[in-house]
C-alpha cells in the first residue's frame, strides 16, 4: 500500500505531513489575529462613513469560518474525499444554522419580557 | 476493508463491495458529525438566546471569562488536530513508531484542554456562576460540558487505538480506524473554533 490513503473513484489523494504543518501554522496564526482582535478596543467603536459601527463580531465570525473552513476541507478531508461525504456533513450543517437562525427569530420577536416575576 | 481494497496498487482507485462504492464505516461517520451538527447547533442557539439574560446582581460572561487562559485551551486543541493528521499519515505509510507517539501527543493535548475546562468550571463555580443560577449559566455548562464529554470521549477513543498498536493490532492495512477517529477528534476541534467564538470572544 502507498503511504497515501486508499483513493476511491471521485477521489483525490490527501495531503502530506508538510502541507498538514502548514495549516496548523495559518490555523495558529488565525487564532493570534482573533486574540489580538478581541484586546483592540478600537475596532468595538469604528467611524465609517460618520457612523460608529462595531466591527469586532463580524470580523470574529469570518475568522472563525475561515478555520472551520480549512480544517474541514483538509484534516478532514472533504475537499479530497467523495462528494457523497460533503452532502452529509453539509445537510447537517445547513440544518444547524436553520435551527440556531429559528431559534433567534423566536426568541427575539416572541420572548416574554425580562426578568419573568 | 474488503480484500481488494487492501491489495489495491498505489493511487489505483479503489472500489469497495458496497452499493454506494465507498466504505460504509466512513460513511456511518460523516452520517454521525451531520447529525452532531444538529445537535450542537441546538445548544449553541440555546446559548445565544439565554447568554444576555441574568437579573440584576448575578455574574454576566465579563465577569468571569478569562480570554488568555482560554485561548491557550483553543490553542492546545487546534495543535491536536495536527498531532491527530500526523498520525494518520505515520500509518498510511507504515510508520507505526510515529503512530503511537502522534496519538499520545493527540490525547494529551485533548487532556490538557479537559484539564483546562475544570479549572475554568471550577474556579467559575467558585465565583457563584453554576448552572443554577441562571439561564446564562445553564446554557453556557450545558453546551461546554457536552462539548468537554465529547473530547473525553475521543481521548479514550485514541488511548484505544495507542494500545491497539502498542500490541500490534494496528497496521498500515487498518489505517481507515484511525482516520474514522480523526474525523470524530477533528468534529470536536471545529464545534470548538465555534464555542470559543461565540461564546468567549463576541461580547454580550
Same mark, same amino acid.
Given at each position: ?117 | ?20 462504492? #465507498?466504505?460504509?464505516?466512513?460513511? &456511518?461517520?460523516?452520517? +454521525? *458529525? %451531520?447529525?452532531?451538527?444538529?445537535? /450542537?447547533? $441546538? ?59 502522534? #496519538?499520545?501527543?493527540?490525547?494529551? &493535548?485533548?487532556?490538557? +484542554? *479537559? %484539564?483546562?475546562?475544570?479549572?475554568? /468550571?471550577? $474556579? ?81
Amino acid at each position: 500500500m502507498s503511504a497515501q490513503a486508499m483513493v476511491h473513484p471521485g477521489e483525490k489523494p490527501h495531503p502530506q505531513s508538510r502541507e498538514y504543518v502548514i495549516l496548523a501554522i495559518i490555523l495558529s496564526a488565525v487564532t493570534g489575529i482573533e486574540v489580538a482582535a478581541w484586546y483592540w478596543e478600537a475596532i468595538r467603536a469604528l467611524m465609517i462613513g460618520g457612523v460608529v459601527i462595531d466591527l469586532l463580531p463580524p470580523v470574529l465570525i469570518v475568522l472563525s469560518a475561515f478555520k472551520f473552513a480549512l480544517v474541514v476541507m483538509f484534516y478532514m478531508h472533504l475537499k479530497f474525499d467523495h462528494r457523497l461525504f460533503s452532502g452529509f456533513f453539509l445537510f447537517g450543517l445547513g440544518a444547524a444554522g436553520f435551527i440556531i437562525v429559528v431559534f433567534i427569530a423566536l426568541f427575539h420577536f416572541l420572548r416574554a419580557p425580562f426578568p419573568v416575576t | 476493508m474488503t480484500e481488494f481494497a487492501a491489495a489495491a496498487p498505489a493511487h489505483a482507485p479503489v472500489v469497495e463491495e458496497t452499493s454506494t462504492g #465507498l466504505n460504509t464505516r466512513k460513511v &456511518l461517520m460523516w452520517t +454521525f *458529525l %451531520g447529525s452532531e451538527c444538529m445537535f /450542537f447547533g $441546538s445548544l449553541i442557539g440555546t446559548y445565544l438566546v439565554y447568554r444576555g439574560r441574568y437579573l440584576p446582581g448575578q455574574l454576566i460572561p465579563k465577569d468571569v471569562f478569562e480570554i488568555p487562559y482560554t485561548s491557550v485551551s483553543a490553542f492546545a486543541l487546534l495543535m491536536s488536530s495536527l498531532a491527530m493528521v500526523l498520525a494518520l499519515a505515520a500509518i498510511q505509510r507504515g510508520d507505526i513508531k510515529r503512530l503511537k507517539i502522534w #496519538l499520545l501527543v493527540t490525547a494529551a &493535548l485533548g487532556l490538557i +484542554f *479537559l %484539564g483546562g475546562q475544570v479549572y475554568e /468550571f471550577t $474556579s467559575f463555580g467558585a465565583q457563584g456562576l453554576n448552572p443554577n443560577v441562571s439561564t446564562f449559566g445553564t446554557s453556557f455548562f450545558v453546551l461546554t460540558g457536552f462539548h468537554g464529554a465529547h473530547v473525553s470521549m475521543g481521548v479514550i477513543w485514541l488511548l484505544s487505538l495507542f494500545m491497539l498498536a502498542a500490541r500490534g493490532q494496528l497496521n498500515q492495512a487498518r489505517s481507515l480506524d484511525v482516520e474514522i477517529a480523526g474525523l470524530y477528534w477533528h468534529f470536536v476541534d471545529i464545534v470548538w473554533i465555534i464555542i470559543f467564538t461565540v461564546v468567549y470572544l463576541i461580547p454580550v
